[in-house]
């Protein structure tokens, strides 16, 4: 089931962050996705269990997605991609047209998500993670 995060998911959400992300986001900053209302988080729920999540922030009609993940023994069934189309749907009704994300070069199970889900390179740092890890920025028109 997709759906919107609750105050009761963010320790899940937390542990999901500990096991896919080398630099995961902390309890206050994921708590801080389900209270403000310019920040949305969804999950995906499966077997009683917080399979995935995507959270995001918005500006006026610009949203940026902070992370996305999905825990390893759930990929490839298309979780990931239903988060995006929820997240999109979502950040519609808040007035967004365009949605920005920053993914590492070497990410290329990420990138290949992205891409298939339409978003564009518009940009890339070099070497922004480090020798040989450029950032790829890429964005959505949603409007
Ligand atoms: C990237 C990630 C979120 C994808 O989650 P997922 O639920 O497995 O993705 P989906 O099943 O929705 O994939 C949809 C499509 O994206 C592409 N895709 C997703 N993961 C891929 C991979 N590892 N390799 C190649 N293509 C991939 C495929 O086209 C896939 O469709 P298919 O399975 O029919 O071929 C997941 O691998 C993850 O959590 N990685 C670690 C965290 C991370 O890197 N997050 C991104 C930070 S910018």
Request: proline share 1%; charged share 30%.
């Amino acid at each position: 089931m997709i759906r919107t995060a609750r105050e009761e998911d963010v320790d899940n959400i937390v542990e999901l962050e500990a096991e896919c992300m080398p630099h995961p986001w902390v309890t206050d900053d994921i708590r801080s996705l389900v209270t403000d209302d310019k920040k949305y988080a969804i999950v995906a729920e499966e077997d009683g269990l917080i399979a995935g999540y995507v959270g995001a922030s918005f500006v006026l009609d610009e949203a940026e997605i902070g992370n996305i993940c999905v825990s390893s023994s759930y990929r490839r069934r298309g979780f990931a991609s239903a988060l995006l189309t929820e997240l999109e749907k979502e950040l519609k009704s808040s007035g967004v047209t365009v949605i920005f994300l920053e993914v590492e070069s070497t990410n290329t199970g990420a990138i290949a998500l992205y891409e298939r889900e339409g978003f564009v390179m518009y940009n890339e740092r070099k070497d922004y993670y480090g020798q040989g890890k450029d950032a790829l920025l890429y964005r959505k028109e949603i409007s």
